[in-house]
């Protein structure tokens, strides 16, 4: 038996209890989490200073490096989303239809845990905590693969987190971290069944389409981010400006950041010379189609047919010129990957157009792709961007990592 072998049978043991552990338990230990990570963040931001100096020296994108850097602000901000999950209602047990049939069965259909949720991330302390959190709270054991760059982090804080559950009498193995980031435990984890029983990547393209193309466990898509803003003749451009430069340049490493901005052809120039400053402010680069091209001279690049599909994770913005949102539309739907698009306009039918033909997890009427969030949604936090439409779709909370149980009362009943 294999190390990652024997840390599924842990698991899935973790799991079996977990399942049929109350509300209040569980709440006592995110609080204990809480509490833990509070008290003792200094350990965690130690170890991960060593991992950020690590991956300085290494050469890592600065937007990159923000996503690996901890803060005291921003650990207060997770322990803040271990407290809203705890705020939330239990999903477990819940009975969302219940029918009595004409021979008297009562058939009910309630919310049970998945049971063992492997996730595979990179550089994101923070999905730790996150995973965790809503893991426990819908009653589902997990098992954590974080890349090499947050390891040392990864292994403070699942360290801590452990040591809370012990605390409350929970199993520490309801939460678990791989220990070894190389491809093999990657793959190993993509092929750990009998003991994994759903996967979720959450990373770069690359990473979610190895796992999708490759595991044979369960796997749900998540975090794809080729998101669009479509600026339309009626919009107003000055709100525009501000939630472009808002969807871009708030935190461009993140997956529901903006990545190609499409603007409708009668407002091109008026648009640009109020966004253009805004990302000027940014350094933010622009890779554009000729007509934009004419209009930014040398403020701007030509695009490649690479950037129209690009999720660049940077401070980098494709711009192109559609003639209306038809054409927006068409485009949307043949180069974005169904996580977040945005409509900028005041004409309410064209709006609803957007709404209705645009495929996406999420679409925006005047507002940033940048909401897209479990906890700007009210599910406290998230596992994950869905942007598949089989089980989940859209920020996953507890809810949807759960799946369903029939339970049917008798009096004696044959068929």
Same mark, same amino acid.
């Given at each position: 038996?294999?190390?990652?072998?024997?840390?599924?049978?842990?698991?899935?043991? +973790?799991?079996?209890?977990?399942?049929?552990?109350?509300?209040?338990?569980?709440?006592? !230990?995110?609080?204990?989490?809480?509490?833990?990570?509070?008290?003792?963040?200094?350990?965690?931001?130690?170890?991960? &200073?060593?991992?950020?100096?690590?991956?300085?020296?290494?050469?890592?994108? *600065?937007?990159?490096? /923000?996503?690996?850097?901890?803060?005291?602000?921003?650990?207060?901000?997770?322990?803040?989303?271990?407290?809203?999950?705890? &705020?939330?209602?239990?999903?477990?047990?819940?009975?969302?239809?219940?029918?009595?049939?004409? $021979?008297?069965?009562?058939?009910?259909?309630?919310?049970?845990?998945?049971?063992?949720?492997?996730?595979?991330?990179?550089?994101?302390?923070?999905?730790?905590?996150?995973?965790? +959190?809503?893991?426990? @709270?819908?009653?589902?054991?997990?098992?954590?693969?974080?890349?090499?760059?947050?390891?040392?982090?990864?292994?403070?804080?699942?360290?801590?987190?452990?040591? !809370?559950?012990? =605390?409350?009498?929970?199993?520490?193995?309801?939460?678990?971290?791989?220990?070894?980031?190389?491809?093999?435990?990657?793959?190993?984890?993509?092929?750990?069944?009998?003991?994994?029983?759903?996967?979720?990547?959450?990373?770069? #393209?690359?990473?979610?389409?190895?796992?999708? @193309?490759?595991?044979?466990?369960?796997?749900?898509?998540?975090?794809?981010?080729?998101?669009?803003?479509?600026?339309?003749?009626?919009?107003?451009?000055?709100?525009?400006?501000?939630?472009?430069? $808002?969807?871009?340049?708030?935190?461009? *490493?993140?997956?529901?950041?903006?990545?190609?901005?499409?603007?409708?052809? $009668?407002?091109?120039?008026?648009?640009? &010379?109020? #966004?253009?400053?805004?990302?000027? =402010?940014? @350094?933010?680069?622009?890779?554009?189609?000729?007509?934009?091209?004419?209009?930014?001279?040398?403020?701007?690049?030509? #695009?490649? /047919?690479?950037?129209?599909? !690009?999720?660049?994770?940077?401070?980098?913005?494709?711009?192109?010129?559609?003639?209306?949102?038809?054409?927006?539309?068409?485009?949307?739907?043949?180069?974005?990957?169904?996580?977040?698009?945005?409509?900028?306009?005041?004409?309410?039918?064209?709006?609803?157009?957007?709404?209705?033909?645009?495929?996406? &997890?999420?679409?925006?009427? $005047? +507002?940033?792709?940048?909401?897209?969030?479990?906890?700007?949604?009210?599910?406290?936090?998230?596992?994950?961007? =869905?942007?598949? @439409?089989?089980?989940?779709?859209?920020?996953?909370?507890?809810?949807?990592?759960? =799946?369903?149980?029939?339970?049917?009362?008798?009096?004696?009943?044959?068929?």
């Amino acid at each position: 038996m294999t190390t990652l072998q024997t840390q599924g049978g842990l698991a899935k043991a +973790a799991a079996y209890t977990l399942s049929t552990t109350g509300t209040a338990k569980k709440n006592q !230990a995110l609080e204990a989490i809480a509490q833990i990570l509070t008290e003792r963040q200094a350990e965690w931001l130690s170890a991960n &200073a060593e991992d950020v100096a690590a991956a300085r020296e290494a050469g890592m994108r *600065s937007a990159m490096l /923000d996503r690996l850097t901890l803060t005291p602000s921003r650990i207060a901000g997770i322990v803040d989303g271990v407290r809203q999950v705890i &705020a939330l209602p239990d999903p477990i047990g819940t009975a969302d239809k219940t029918e009595t049939r004409p $021979n008297g069965l009562i058939i009910s259909r309630r919310r049970v845990p998945l049971g063992v949720i492997a996730i595979i991330f990179e550089a994101r302390p923070n999905v730790t905590v996150d995973a965790a +959190a809503l893991c426990l @709270k819908s009653g589902n054991a997990c098992i954590l693969r974080g890349g090499k760059e947050a390891i040392r982090s990864n292994r403070c804080v699942t360290a801590l987190m452990r040591e !809370a559950l012990a =605390s409350v009498g929970l199993p520490e193995d309801c939460i678990s971290l791989v220990q070894d980031t190389s491809r093999e435990t990657a793959r190993e984890l993509m092929h750990l069944d009998g003991y994994v029983d759903v996967l979720i990547p959450r990373g770069g #393209a690359e990473l979610i389409r190895t796992v999708a @193309k490759e595991a044979s466990v369960p796997v749900i898509r998540t975090g794809e981010g080729v998101c669009h803003i479509y600026i339309d003749d009626e919009a107003d451009l000055d709100m525009g400006a501000d939630i472009l430069c $808002n969807a871009k340049c708030s935190r461009p *490493s993140v997956c529901n950041a903006v990545e190609c901005v499409l603007i409708q052809e $009668n407002v091109l120039e008026p648009f640009l &010379a109020r #966004a253009v400053p805004l990302l000027d =402010s940014y @350094k933010v680069e622009l890779r554009c189609d000729e007509k934009s091209l004419n209009i930014l001279g040398r403020r701007g690049v030509l #695009a490649q /047919d690479s950037d129209w599909d !690009a999720e660049y994770d940077d401070y980098i913005l494709a711009v192109r010129t559609v003639k209306d949102m038809e054409e927006a539309v068409a485009f949307i739907n043949a180069h974005g990957t169904q996580h977040s698009e945005s409509i900028i306009t005041r004409n309410y039918f064209k709006a609803q157009r957007f709404l209705d033909t645009v495929d996406a &997890a999420a679409v925006y009427v $005047n +507002a940033s792709t940048r909401f897209t969030d479990g906890g700007e949604f009210g599910l406290g936090a998230e596992i994950g961007i =869905s942007t598949q @439409k089989m089980h989940a779709r859209g920020p996953m909370g507890l809810e949807e990592l759960t =799946s369903c149980k029939y339970v049917v009362y008798g009096n004696g009943q044959i068929r």
